[in-house]
């Protein structure tokens, strides 16, 4: 079935430091791919979302480009703030594979000053 | 701008009760859908619903589990009885589409089952 895999659970890193937060998924449809923030206590926010191959999309600092040939949509920043801690999902829509979003399992971005 | 509303933000129940959590969606949306997260961890799909109907359902959505809009009011989460796995954080979420249109997300409903 269609999956979303987030190899790391937890970032830490230092105010200013880029970041990238890995995303891979699988499905035999035509993928959209979508990255959340949730902030504590907070409702998950949409960040980014794409389903044109190869190119790059960007909001907030952040930017990804889906990339078909290797299934992935990892997210970048190249400065991070100490607002940017957060739990960060990366979501699979599989059109015609279905319509729920499929969630990955999640990244803690811890930034510290 | 456009919100999700859930209504309560938290509620506590014992297990074997019923309790039913509501959604407002935003106004013009036609899809919803019901989330779990058990403490910050992964979202998970539990449902989600389009004209009155349920177009899919994931292996956590137990037959104790239902989802009704009467109306067009309320999108509600039922679930009769409860059992202590049931703690979580449910978000609800809506869209106007089903294609390239993301869901907004309410800002959950913390169920405790004691």
């Known amino acids: 079935g269609d999956s979303v895999t987030q190899t790391e659970g937890l970032v830490t890193l230092t105010k200013g430091l880029p970041v990238m937060l890995n995303c891979t998924y699988q499905t035999t449809y035509s993928p959209f791919l979508f990255w959340y923030v949730q902030h504590l206590n907070e409702a998950p926010k949409l960040l980014l979302k794409?389903?044109?191959?190869?190119k790059r999309t960007e909001h907030q600092g952040f930017y990804a480009t889906l990339h078909k040939s290797s299934s992935s949509f990892h997210l970048q920043k190249s400065s991070v703030q100490l607002s940017d801690s957060a739990l960060y999902f990366c979501?699979?829509?599989?059109?015609?594979?279905?319509?729920?979003?499929?969630f990955g399992t999640g990244t803690t971005v811890s930034v510290s000053p | 701008g456009p919100k999700v509303l859930q209504i309560p933000s938290h509620q506590i129940i014992d297990m074997g009760q019923m309790v039913t959590l509501n959604c407002d969606p935003v106004?013009?949306?036609?899809?919803f859908y019901w989330y779990k997260q058990i403490l910050g961890q992964q979202m998970e799909f539990l449902v989600n619903?389009?004209?009155?109907?349920?177009?899919?359902k994931s292996k956590l959505f137990k037959d104790q589990f239902s989802v009704e809009r009467p109306d067009g009011s309320y999108f509600t989460l039922k679930i009769q009885p409860t059992a202590l796995e049931d703690s979580a954080v449910y978000f609800c979420a809506s869209s106007l589409t089903d294609n390239n249109q993301a869901p907004l997300f309410g800002e959950g409903t913390r169920l405790s089952v004691l």
């Open positions: 106004s013009n949306h036609l899809y």
């Open positions: 979501a699979l829509r599989a059109y015609q594979g279905g319509r729920a979003l499929i």
């Open positions: 619903f389009y004209n009155g109907k349920v177009m899919e």
């Open positions: 794409s389903s044109t191959d190869n």
